[in-house]
């Protein structure tokens, strides 16, 4: 008996050491953000990369994909929004963006945001090709909804191929879109097609930014990726679009070259060239903050964005990701705000995210 004792309590030393040597890095070890944290601005940040989205109900135009309607997806979705199916169905689409309005009203920090539509592909005809689209965000709708919350702002989505994209242009600035939304991959738009020129200068007349993806596409079902090398982006440049490239371009590659690579490649050449931080925080993305702060091409360039409602879901985005960077009662406060906007500014800041990122987006919107 004594020896097992004697044994049991060497068992017992020997885990409390290892437990001691899980846990030591994370209560005694050097932060060691990215960059020399900075204050905040005094001034109310601007979130310029919002999603929201419908299933048509309340007559407002949205609706998803039969077969994003069976995939796992939309609970995610749905989940990460604060809503549920039933809530929808029973309320209408709009209320998504109440849920939207109301969480932003609670961050200490974010007062505004961009909330984006989606346009779908279109047929040779130039008319929405339903059976192509997964995803359909109406600008009508989101023009109407966004109107009743003045925390929001829009960003339209026109497909330029759209028989009357011109026309659909000029309503979307006169009903107050402070920018155009793409995903090229889901949208099937080549941003170096020459028919594009027309359009490319009505955005230029009206002073209407594009945010458009650049890298792959994993949130929908099928993507054509190669529509997303930043690469494609130089016809809208040249013609003196002022161009933001969302996340960064920080996922996939293009003949052989990193797209984010390309991205950076590209910035001397063009002054009106621009990419927003959201996204770079998830798990799928880690290091590409660093780079991206570290790069001297995106020195000057960078804007704030969240790709809310992603950054609601702690699984995907969450402080304990940066053990080196953040120490454990960095990590534990940030973990520990309700809020998800204000968790996100808290994380970004803390990684060393310099001041005058946080309100370069507002100055590229027309106003």
């Known amino acids: 008996m004594k020896y097992l004792k ?7 030393d020997c885990a409390l050491i290892a437990v001691a040597l899980l846990v030591a890095p994370f209560l005694f070890n050097k932060a060691q953000p990215y960059q020399p944290v900075q204050p905040l601005p005094s001034a109310p940040l601007l979130d310029l990369h919002c999603h929201t989205a419908g299933l ?22 749905l989940d990460s929004l604060g809503v549920t199916e039933t809530e929808i169905m029973r309320e209408g689409d709009g209320i998504v963006l109440t849920r939207l309005s109301e969480r932003l009203s609670a961050s200490g920090h974010v ?13 040779a005809q130039g ?16 023009a109407v909804e966004v109107a009743k919350h003045p925390n929001l702002l829009w960003g339209a989505s026109i497909n330029p191929y759209r028989s009357d994209a011109l026309e659909r242009l000029a309503w979307a600035r006169a009903h107050g879109a402070v920018l155009i939304k793409w995903l090229p991959s889901i949208m099937n738009i080549d941003p170096a097609d020459e028919r594009l020129v027309p359009f490319y ?16 596409e994993r949130s929908f079902t099928k993507a054509r990726d190669e529509l997303c090398d930043p690469d494609r982006l130089r016809l809208p440049l040249r013609e003196g679009v002022t161009v933001i490239a969302a996340h960064a371009a920080t996922t996939g590659k293009f003949h052989g070259e990193r797209s984010f690579d390309r991205l950076a490649a590209m910035m ?19 290091g590409y903050l660093a780079e991206a702060l570290h790069h001297p091409e995106f020195q000057g360039r960078l804007v704030y964005g969240t790709d809310y409602p992603l950054i609601a879901v702690k699984p995907l985005v969450s402080p304990l990701y940066f053990q080196k960077q953040l120490t454990f009662r960095q990590q534990f406060a940030i973990a520990r705000i309700k809020n998800p906007w204000d968790r996100d500014v808290a994380l970004k800041q803390a990684l060393g995210v310099p001041a005058e990122i946080w309100t370069r987006g507002d100055s590229l919107l027309p106003h």
């Open 268 to 286: 001397s050449a063009y002054p009106n060239l621009y990419a927003d931080i959201s996204s770079l925080t998830q798990v799928n993305k880690l």
């Open 201 to 216: 200068k009505k955005m230029v007349e009206l002073g209407l930014p594009l945010l458009t993806h650049t890298g792959n």
């Open 111 to 123: 007062d505004r945001a961009v909330v984006l539509a989606l346009d779908g592909a279109v047929d």
């Open 56 to 77: 048509g109900a309340g007559g407002s135009g949205c609706f998803i994909s039969d077969e994003m309607r069976h995939s796992y997806k939309l609970r995610f979705y």
């Open 6 to 12: 004697t044994y049991l309590s060497r068992i017992c």
């Open 127 to 142: 008319n929405l090709d339903v059976t192509q689209t997964e995803i359909y965000v109406p600008n009508e709708f989101l």
